[in-house]
T-cell receptor, first 116, second 111 residues
């Protein structure tokens, strides 16, 4: 298995631009998590999905952030408009089996976002 | 208050030393996870445990459910062990798994 795949690995954009980060979870995993990591705050959960349904989005900073999971193999995290304070590494992680028992958490390699 | 507390925040050791990183948590958990993040790198899972002890090479993870405490030990430390070690706990609700993370312990092993 290729693991959790994120794209892009690096993105530099200007303030006000739209940013879309993508994630492909491990096949068969039915829980997907989006995290943001900064030096100041460490890892923060933004949102997580179970069986493609958003369960908890209380970590989403504000309305500029949105996430979708149209099917079991793909999720996006969108920031519109982006601001310099959004600069961080965004991690996607997936886990299985979900509702039955706790599964091991697998992370993608992260998308490093720099907003100028 | 953080659900997961780690100590120490930073740790510097000489090559060959025995290292211990501690993790305490305040919520009921399904499992505890130790993760490793190398500088500029991704995050990998080292251990997932819900009781007792697990060993993988020079790494040992223990958990005491009653005391809500876990330790990660590294024997015969090596410079390549230099990384951030993150403790995380998972809880299970009727909507699925939720994970809480410690802020990490930055380990530097000097040759």
């Amino acid at each position: 298995d290729a693991g959790v795949i994120q794209s892009p690995r690096h993105e530099v954009t200007e303030m006000g631009q739209e940013v879309t980060l993508r994630c492909k979870p491990i096949s068969g995993h039915n829980s997907l998590f989006w995290y943001r990591q900064t030096m100041m705050r460490g890892l923060e959960l933004l949102i997580y999905f179970n069986n493609n349904v958003p369960i908890d989005d209380s970590g989403m900073p504000e309305d500029r952030f949105s996430a979708k999971m149209p099917n079991a193999s793909f999720s996006t995290l969108k920031i519109q408009p982006s601001e310099p304070r959004d600069s961080a590494v965004y991690f996607c992680a997936s886990s299985s089996p979900g509702l039955a028992i706790t599964g091991e958490l697998f992370f993608g390699e992260g998308s490093r976002l720099t907003v100028l | 208050k953080n659900e997961v507390e780690q100590s120490p925040q930073n740790l510097t050791a000489q090559e060959g030393e025995f290292i211990t990183i501690n993790c305490s948590y305040s919520v009921g958990i399904s499992a505890l996870h130790w993760l490793q993040q190398h500088p500029g790198g991704g995050i990998v899972s080292l251990f997932m445990l819900s009781s007792g002890k697990k060993k993988h090479g020079r790494l040992i993870a223990t958990i005491n459910i009653q005391e809500k405490h876990s330790s990660l030990h590294i024997t015969a430390s090596h410079p390549r062990d230099s990384a951030v070690y993150i403790c995380a706990v998972s809880t299970l609700s009727n909507t699925g798994n939720q994970f809480y993370f410690g802020t990490g312990t930055s380990l530097t092993v000097i040759p």
